[in-house]
């Protein structure tokens, strides 16, 4: 058992290239794959040093805690964004094999619907600024109270 442990140590880069050229027909699944492993490593990247700075700037509690927060935080982003690249690619592979399909508009149409579901039932899950967007142009058309915040002023 160690002694497979230590080769497959030793050796990764030769069996991971055999791996890569045993499934070079497989293009959409490695593209998924790669694209998983990119959505760790930069939701990582980006939201630990926004994590860092908003919770010591503005959170509350011990160091140990402060740093757990930052840890979920980070651990969250990268997971939900290399789920969606995951799913995405995977979707974009499978579509792609559609001959003669017109693949973009369905899988656009398919992708704003989702986003809509989530605006609509999970608000939390969707950037901020995507939020406040999507809420000034399907929530906030919904209210007026005379000609003036109708047509000049949103409220």
């Given amino acids: 058992m160690i002694a497979t442990v230590m080769h497959l140590i030793r050796h990764w880069e030769s069996l991971g290239n055999e791996f890569l050229k045993a499934f070079k027909d497989q293009h959409h699944i490695l593209s998924a794959l790669k694209g998983l492993r990119n959505g760790v490593v930069y939701g990582a990247r980006i939201r630990a040093p926004h994590?860092?700075?908003?919770?010591?700037?503005?959170g509350e509690g011990?160091?140990?805690e402060k740093l757990?927060?930052?840890l979920r935080l980070t651990k969250t982003h990268a997971v939900n964004l290399a789920k969606f690249v995951f799913s995405?690619?995977?979707?974009?592979?499978?579509?792609?094999r559609l001959e003669d399909f017109p693949v973009?508009?369905?899988f656009a149409a398919a992708v704003w619907g989702i986003v809509l579901w989530l605006f609509e039932h999970?608000?939390?899950?969707?950037?901020?600024s995507l939020v406040k967007s999507m809420t000034y142009l399907y929530k906030d058309s919904n209210y007026w109270t005379d000609i003036r915040n109708f047509?000049?002023?949103n409220k």
């Fill in 51 to 58: 994590a860092l700075v908003m919770v010591f700037l503005f």
């Fill in 62 to 64: 011990t160091l140990a």
């Fill in 68 to 70: 757990q927060t930052i």
């Fill in 88 to 96: 995405y690619k995977l979707c974009q592979g499978i579509l792609q």
């Fill in 104 to 106: 973009f508009p369905l």
């Fill in 122 to 128: 999970h608000t939390n899950v969707l950037q901020g």
């Fill in 151 to 153: 047509l000049l002023r």
